[in-house]
């Protein structure tokens, strides 16, 4: 099978054709028009009409202005120390009464629950992936654990935090690892 040459080829002559007779009738146009050149003159002429028009309409409300309307700008007197009123002496009872007052607030103790919690990260099928998740772990002055476990589908070594004595340390935590894109933690009861 021999290859084809289209660059040597060239373009074929249809298309040559095509494109000369799609100039033909632009080049027509505008001898085919009823005024023959006259239709950008005629224009001209309504826009020079309008504008004398405008012209006269505005120089025709010109003079039909109010004359009850006071044209006179008022202007200011200075004012002098007669004229002035007195500046009134400013209380404010907020500053007499704010030192005196306090306010009570009931605040209950949180109660120290028995439960413990742990924050798994992740669960990796190779140590050395759970390592690595345990170095960025450390870099936020955090401590994580390695756990292996073993069961019917494999082995993992799961990346945990923890013990902690409340849910908000657990939260306090994860919310420090969100910020350097580890947003795979969750927050369990601590059950080892």
């Not at 009872?93 to 120290?112: C, D, F, R, S, W």
């Not at 082995?155 to 306090?172: H, N, Q, T, Y």
Request: net charge positive; charged share 30%.
């Amino acid at each position: 099978m021999a290859q084809r040459d289209y660059v040597s080829r060239g373009r074929s002559p249809q298309k040559k054709k095509a494109a000369n007779n799609k100039r033909k009738p632009a080049a027509n146009a505008q001898a085919n028009t009823p005024s023959g050149g006259k239709l950008p003159l005629i224009r001209l002429v309504g826009v020079f009409a309008l504008v004398i028009g405008f012209g006269v309409f505005l120089w025709s409300i010109k003079d039909n202005v109010e004359e009850d309307v006071d044209t006179q700008v008022a202007r200011p007197v200075a004012p002098t120390e007669e004229t002035l009123p007195e500046l009134p002496e400013e209380e404010w009872e907020y500053i007499k009464t704010l030192p005196g007052y306090e306010v009570e607030v009931e605040v209950k103790e949180q109660e120290k629950s028995d439960k413990r919690y742990l924050m798994q990260c992740a669960s990796f099928r190779t140590r050395a992936q759970a390592e690595e998740m345990k170095a960025k772990i450390a870099f936020q002055g955090l401590e994580a654990l390695i756990r292996h476990s073993s069961g019917s589908n494999g082995e993992w070594f799961r990346v945990i935090l923890g013990p902690f004595e409340s849910k908000r340390d657990a939260e306090k935590a994860k919310h420090s690892l969100r910020k350097v894109n580890i947003a795979t933690c969750q927050i369990w009861y601590w059950n080892l």
